[in-house]
């Protein structure tokens, strides 16, 4: 192999090096944004889920009170 052929080699080589570590360092990048969205995404499921049994608890509370307090007028 010629010495030029080697350099022209070499340099291709290293652009396509830095290539892939750019590539990956985006990809990872791109991973940590997916994995932080699903994470916000399930906390606020998680939040409404909490919210809703909540309400739930709160309406059989407030129904209960009704029904005693008509048994109480009985």
């Known amino acids: 192999m ?5 350099s022209d080699e070499l340099h ?9 570590k750019e ?10 944004r997916r ?7 399930y906390q606020a499921i998680e939040q409404a889920a909490r919210d809703e049994a ?3 608890h709160e309406m059989i509370r407030a ?8 048994d109480e007028k009985r």
């Open 2 to 6: 010629a010495a030029g052929s080697q």
């Open 54 to 56: 909540k309400q739930l």
């Open 12 to 20: 291709s080589l290293q652009t396509e090096s830095r290539h892939l």
């Open 35 to 41: 994995q932080i969205a699903h994470e916000e995404k």
């Open 63 to 70: 129904l209960r009170g009704r029904l005693e307090g008509q």
């Open 23 to 32: 590539m990956v360092g985006a990809l990872r990048e791109e991973l940590e």
